[in-house]
């Protein structure tokens, strides 16, 4: 089975884009602990919180990643590319933690009343933390297109969450500073916590439909058997039972392939991988597993004609 093609040299590994993303929300944890303690604002410290969590998610975004790119070996044959699923997962209930923290918090200070001081020291530390949250998301949004990784990816669109998180608190420290109202600094953390919400169950929903062999989408398991009905005047006759799931960034393919009465078995062999190498092509790195049969084995509807369109006409 063709491994997945290699990232250029010139470009940063999955594990060195997720270190950045652990160096970036350490510093973040340190910058916005100081601007909570300075103001007393509740919208501030629970960005802390949440930057704590980051700091979690993005340890294990790291480990998940090295971890997933490791070859098979006998205690995992499959390899280990779900272990980047697993973390996706992991940080969409991280990001659900941050958001209830951050819920507690402002419904406290509600009702308890509290006073916010010296916002314009907050107000700069957070914007500061604003933009480095924006441009690291970025770089990891960039990578994880680039190298197909959902853990980067949700650890992209966590740090996305973080970035209009602190928008928003940016925003309502502004009105407090303008107009005293110290009410609204936990009423816009409410408000920034819904936006978290939405974004963790999404990410947890789509890392789920992979841990579960869902599978592949419709235009995926078109384009193969495109791939497929190409080879007919290779001696292809037929195909069923194509099955496709995914695993991290790889695409997971089998199928049952019929070949035409008096091909060879050397000469199906050679065309079955050719046939694998051009849906690992189409698929960026496939591992596509046929099984071959007769052309007796063809049913209805599953026919594959011996010449192409191109050919007929």
Not at 66 to 75: L, S
Not at 125 to 133: D, E, K, P, S
Not at 234 to 258: E, Y
Not at 264 to 278: I, K, P
Request: charged share 20%.
């Amino acid at each position: 089975m063709a491994g997945m093609s290699s990232v250029p040299a010139r470009l940063p590994s999955k594990p060195a884009a997720a270190a950045v993303s652990v160096a970036s929300n350490a510093t973040l944890i340190v910058l916005k602990l100081i601007a909570g303690v300075v103001t007393g604002s509740v919208a501030i410290i629970a960005e802390a919180i949440n930057s704590c969590i980051d700091l979690l998610g993005s340890i294990v975004t790291y480990f998940s990643v090295r971890e997933a790119d490791k070859p098979a070996d006998p205690e995992h044959p499959y390899g280990h590319q779900k272990l980047e699923n697993l973390a996706a997962g992991v940080e969409g209930m991280l990001i659900l933690v941050g958001a209830g923290i951050v819920i507690y918090e402002s419904v406290r200070r509600l009702i308890a009343g509290a006073e916010v001081q010296n916002l314009g020291v907050g107000i700069a530390i957070l914007a500061v933390g604003t933009v480095v949250t924006i441009a690291v998301s970025a770089f990891l949004r960039r990578r994880a297109r680039e190298t197909a990784s959902p853990a980067l990816e949700g650890e992209a669109a966590h740090l996305r969450t973080d970035a209009i998180a602190s928008v928003g608190v940016l925003i309502g420290l502004a009105l407090v500073e303008f107009t005293g109202a110290s009410w609204l600094d936990p009423v816009v953390a409410l408000l920034v916590a819904v936006a978290i919400v939405v974004t963790g169950v999404r990410l947890l929903t789509s890392s789920g439909r992979v841990l579960v062999d869902q599978a592949l989408p419709a235009d995926d398991l078109e384009a193969i058997r495109q791939e497929i009905n190409g080879f007919g005047p290779r001696g292809v006759a037929g195909f069923h039972a194509l099955r496709g799931r995914r695993a991290g960034a790889r695409a997971l393919v089998d199928l049952h392939v019929q070949f035409r009465s008096g091909t060879s078995l050397e000469a199906a062999h050679e065309v079955a991988h050719d046939l694998q190498d051009a849906i690992r092509a189409r698929l960026h790195g496939a591992d596509v597993l046929i099984h071959l049969e007769p052309e007796g084995n063809v049913r209805p509807g599953t026919e594959v004609p011996a010449r192409t369109a191109r050919e007929s006409d």
